[in-house]
């Protein structure tokens, strides 16, 4: 992982507000304070396979490009991990959502996150008065994506992977062909992120792709009609 001190604004005024703060009308037109505060108090830190981006407890980040996975794997069944969201530009990341369990974050690719360690979490507070407000709101998205996320995986295997690669498909680092969604993974990573061993998963993609949902070409590259 590398990082700077200095985060500059470059690529990062311009970053969207997620939809939940774009929705709150307290918190929207803070917006750009909070980057403003962003910018001044944190750094930017590139992440890369296979690395992780360790965050404390009361640290936090703004993903400016890339995409990260956000991954459960502590305490289930037979090391499995569990995808709860793949994060994208825009979106706000921690570790700690508030409950026992910390979440892991992984990057697709080469990922780019503006920030806030605790050496200046204090001072970032005290240029962004809102930041509870924002963290309450935060954490309960984390929750309820969670709680969805435990749902969903409660299917068959081949709806497990199904899952893992629709979320793919819908995020920024696929992107359109005449063959679906071209989607930059292999099979190993989606039967990792799904939490399907590697028989089961190789009657699940041998049934997607006789379906016509999915198609490989080489080792890291499938396009999904899912």
Known sequence: MTGSAFAGSSGVLDVPAPAWI????????????????????GSIETVRCPEGLVLGDS????????????????????ARLMLIEFLRRGDLLTS?????????LYPHSRTTCLVVRDR?????KADFPNWDQLLSQLKAGIA??????????????QDRIRRVL??????PTSVDSKLGRQIEAGKQLIRDLAGVQKRS??????????????????Y??????G
Do not use: C
């Not at 709150?24 to 505060?37: S, V, Y």
């Not at 200046?120 to 970032?124: G, K, N, Q």
């Not at 890291?220 to 009609?225: C, S």
């Open 22 to 41: 774009v929705n709150d009308a307290t918190l929207f037109p803070q917006w750009g304070t909070f980057l403003l505060a962003l910018i001044k108090h």
């Open 59 to 78: 640290e936090f980040g703004l993903l400016i490009e890339g995409g990260l996975f956000v991954i459960d794997g502590q305490h289930r069944p037979e």
């Open 96 to 104: 700690s959502p508030g409950h026992s369990r910390l979440l892991q």
């Open 120 to 124: 200046t979490f204090e001072p970032f």
């Open 144 to 157: 309820e994506a969670y709680e969805q996320a435990t749902v969903e995986t409660k299917g068959r295997d």
């Open 166 to 171: 629709t979320l793919m498909a819908d995020h």
């Open 201 to 218: 998963a190789t009657r699940a993609f041998r049934a997607l792709e006789e379906d016509g949902e999915v198609s490989f070409h080489g």
């Open 220 to 225: 890291k590259r499938l396009f999904f009609k």
